[in-house]
């Protein structure tokens, strides 16, 4: 047959020596995060409900009251 990938390799080396993971494999140092958003503003100790949640870039919000930009950290998922 030969016209298609051999279907029993699971790694395979590239001419540049680094791995090339299949679908059926993951990364290990992959994981998944999930992002808090603080619950009260730091500036005016507002607190933070999610309908009002304004994204300013991709690891901060903004407060809807005062406007300041609060940093938002992002956690492990197990």
Avoid: D, H
Avoid at 14 to 39: A, C, D, F, N
């Amino acid at each position: 047959m030969g016209c298609g990938p051999k279907l029993g390799k699971r790694r395979s080396k590239s001419k540049t020596g680094s791995k090339i993971y299949t679908s059926s494999e993951s990364r290990e140092t992959s994981s998944l995060v999930m992002p808090r958003v603080p619950q009260k503003c730091s500036n005016c100790n507002a607190i933070i409900n999610a309908p009002e949640i304004k994204w300013v870039g991709p690891g901060s919000v903004e407060c809807p009251y005062c406007g300041s930009n609060l940093a938002v950290k992002f956690e492990k998922i197990a």
